[in-house]
């Protein structure tokens, strides 16, 4: 599919069917002052935007341990041009649109991270991969946390992805 394909047949149902959202909460194509033009603005104001690429573009991410959903999104964007070319440009698309959640999917691939993160570049944050329709369905309920209106409304990614960056101490061996 091309990109415009790959919106119509997969994207648009996604977010619409599965996820929940509605027409007069999702904006296409939306201009920016930069000139750029975001594909998905989700909330109004904007909470999140999602870069659709062609299918074609297969991202090519590093072997993680198998369950893994949360990665370094810098390992990522290192190891694949085209996927680090995608996450620029919704990173731009967020600052310029003040979103905070990004996502870029080309079908069967979808990351989902923060593109505002205080005090830090956001290519230091972690990331959610959806790698492949299986995983998507059968991570199904963690999909609908960080990508629903309501998961993204609460802003659940920033702060489930805000413990793997500062995980919590655990209790005392003596408690």
Same mark, same amino acid.
């Given at each position: 599919w091309n990109e415009a394909q790959n919106r119509f047949q997969f994207v648009d149902r996604l977010l619409l069917?599965?996820?929940?959202?509605?027409?007069?909460?999702?904006e296409v194509?939306?201009?920016?002052?930069?000139?750029?033009r975001a594909d998905y603005i989700l909330g109004s104001p904007a909470k999140g935007v999602v870069e659709a690429k062609r299918e074609a573009?297969?991202?090519?991410?590093?072997?993680?341990?198998?369950? @893994?959903?949360? *990665?370094?999104?810098?390992?990522l964007v290192n190891a694949d041009t085209a996927f680090r070319d995608a996450v620029m440009q919704v990173?731009?698309?967020?600052?310029?649109?003040?979103?905070?959640l990004a996502a870029?999917?080309?079908?069967?691939?979808?990351?989902?991270?923060?593109?505002?993160?205080?005090?830090?570049?956001p290519l230091v944050g972690e990331c959610y991969v959806f790698d492949?329709?299986?995983?998507m369905v059968s991570q199904f309920p963690l999909l609908w946390n960080i990508l629903s209106p309501e998961g993204v @409304?609460?802003? *659940?990614?920033?702060?489930?992805?805000?413990l793997h960056r500062n995980?919590?101490?655990p209790q005392k061996a003596s408690t």
């Open positions: 069917e599965c996820l929940g959202w509605e027409h007069p909460i999702v194509e939306r201009r920016d002052d930069s000139g750029g573009v297969a991202f090519n991410f590093p072997a993680a341990p198998k369950g @893994a959903k949360v *990665r370094k999104l810098q390992t990173i731009q698309y967020c600052a310029m649109h003040g979103a905070q870029v999917c080309n079908g069967p691939q979808l990351v989902v991270f923060q593109a505002i993160i205080p005090g830090h570049s492949g329709f299986e995983e @409304a609460e802003n *659940r990614a920033y702060r489930d992805l805000s995980p919590r101490l």
